[in-house]
């Protein structure tokens, strides 16, 4: 293999802006090659990004949520991130889960070494039993011990009564948590991709790996529009064709050595035509047999701060025909997730993850109606006057984390085209350090196809 040289390097086009675009951005520009980011929009960040909002000012199109076990992605943007802008990047919390009507609390303690805080993480929990502490430890150390993957694929719901979790133990702690990393319905959802979150987040070795980390900044400045100076940036572009050539590949009219296609699932197959999808129809089937899931975040705009107890607290939300009445899952109160844009006016965000539900809700009607869930669960009877409100439903949030879900690896038939997204085959649900990591081994498969290898 080929060092890369100022003379040899190569030129590669990255078509979609979204996390795993920019990180294979970042990663090819970091390696020596000349990048051309091809993105349709204006903005970058794809599914995390900034919105304006003429009420409401810079917001995103939906509240996000890191984990501390997110090394990959954290890694990037300590490299990208001006240290002055790392530095204020996050509202770091240690793991600390609380119900809005106080039945529930779950924190780990700020002593001891780390196998201590999380053995005591659950026996302090307060809503369980001693039983169902030791039923939820049981489960801990049995994932453990499998090294994160427990028994064959089946639904979460499944596993958990596998492992005898009682109604409550399932109601506070298992079912929130899947829904706010799979954004898929426990009945539904994959227990082999909910596994591998707990045991990344909850079983890890690594110091801060379960810390909560919530964006001080809108997600476009906390990293995005630090990778688009390292490359070269095409935005307001849709890419319509990726044409394999003998030697490269045709993006558009330009020839590039090498592509990263990092968009959609659903909009790959658009980019090539008959003849090429037949060469590989098992990939084209794969790429179509994604469904999706969608979230809801409602951001309201109050006359006077709400002072939530915690920076983000867990709702009791409604399932079924309830669901529309106490949609709420959980609520962020963004003068303390965002404290450099806190303002005298209150502003929370409310995030309903699978939020089929409440698409047809109208805006207003939402909104009144999480600020009455939440004001009943507190107990509180002060009347807030909501200033603004706005809703955004993404429809396609996520892939549907569903078992035996097939998903396609970087490598594609041909040599110099490779594929990224939170879509393909991570291990991850589809989150940011699925679509960061998805992004870096796209990088890795094309560089060693093109003979390249300097890291
Ligand atoms: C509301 C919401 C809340 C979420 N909450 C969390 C959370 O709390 N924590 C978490 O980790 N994850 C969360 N996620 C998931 C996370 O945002 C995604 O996993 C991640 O952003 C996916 O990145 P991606 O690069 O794979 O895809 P995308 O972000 O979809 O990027 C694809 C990009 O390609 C562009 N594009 C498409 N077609 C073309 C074309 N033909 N030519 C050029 N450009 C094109 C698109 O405009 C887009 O910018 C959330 C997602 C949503 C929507």
């Given at each position: 293999m080929n060092p890369i040289t100022e003379a040899t390097k190569p030129k590669i086009a990255v078509i979609g802006a979204g996390w795993a675009g920019l990180a294979a951005a970042s990663e090819l520009s970091n390696r020596g090659c000349r990048v051309t980011l091809f993105e349709?929009?204006?903005?970058?960040?794809?599914?995390a990004r900034q919105v304006f909002d003429p009420a409401l000012g810079m917001i995103d199109n939906g509240q996000h949520l890191l984990l501390g076990a997110y090394q990959e992605t954290l890694r990037l943007m300590a490299r990208d991130v001006p240290k002055s802008v790392w530095e204020k990047a996050f509202t770091r919390l240690p793991l600390r889960l609380s119900s809005t009507d106080g039945q529930f609390r779950m924190s780990a303690p700020d002593f001891g070494p780390l196998w201590l805080k999380q053995a005591l993480t659950l026996w302090l929990a307060k809503g369980f039993t001693l039983k169902d502490k030791w039923l939820a430890t049981q489960l801990l150390r049995h994932l453990k011990s499998a090294n994160g993957v427990d028994g064959d694929e089946q639904t979460v719901t499944r596993w958990l009564k596998q492992h005898r979790q009682s109604e409550r133990l399932i109601a506070f702690l298992w079912e929130p948590l899947c829904l706010a990393t799979l954004n898929t319905d426990i009945d539904q959802a994959s227990a082999w991709l909910f596994q591998r979150i707990i045991f990344d987040a909850?079983?890890?070795?690594?110091?801060?790996?379960?810390d909560l980390l919530v964006p001080a900044l809108d997600l476009t400045g906390l990293w995005p529009e630090h990778v688009c100076p390292k490359v070269s940036t095409q935005f307001g572009h849709t890419v319509r064709a990726v044409t394999p050539l003998e030697k490269g590949v045709r993006v558009d009219d330009q020839v590039f050595e090498g592509c990263v296609i990092a968009i959609p699932a659903h909009g790959v197959t658009r980019l090539f035509d008959q003849s090429n999808q037949q060469s590989d129809p098992h990939l084209f089937d794969v790429l179509g047999g994604f469904e999706y899931r969608p979230i809801t975040t409602c951001y309201v705009a109050l006359?006077?701060?709400?002072?939530?107890?915690?920076?983000l607290l867990m709702m009791r939300h409604g399932h079924g025909s309830s669901a529309s009445t106490a949609p709420g899952q959980w609520v962020f109160d963004r003068n303390r997730c965002q404290p450099l844009s806190a303002t005298e006016n209150g502003r929370l965000a409310f995030v309903i993850s699978d939020s089929q539900a409440v698409l047809s809700m109208p805006q207003q009607d939402l909104a009144l109606s999480l600020m009455s869930q939440l004001t009943g669960e507190l107990g509180r009877h002060t009347p807030i006057g909501i200033v603004a409100s706005r809703s955004f439903?993404?429809?396609?949030?996520?892939?549907?984390?569903?078992?035996?879900q097939l998903r396609p690896r970087n490598?594609?038939?041909?040599?110099g085209i490779v594929l990224a997204g939170d879509?393909?085959?991570?291990?991850?649900?589809?989150?940011l350090e699925g679509a960061v990591r998805s992004g870096i081994s796209a990088t890795d498969c094309l560089l060693a196809q093109l003979g390249k290898t300097n890291r």
């Open positions: 349709s929009s204006h903005t970058p960040g794809g599914r909850l079983l890890s070795q690594l110091d801060n790996a379960t006359d006077a701060p709400f002072g939530l107890e915690e920076p439903h993404e429809k396609r949030a996520t892939f549907a984390a569903t078992p035996h490598a594609l038939a041909w040599q879509w393909t085959d991570t291990g991850y649900p589809s989150v």
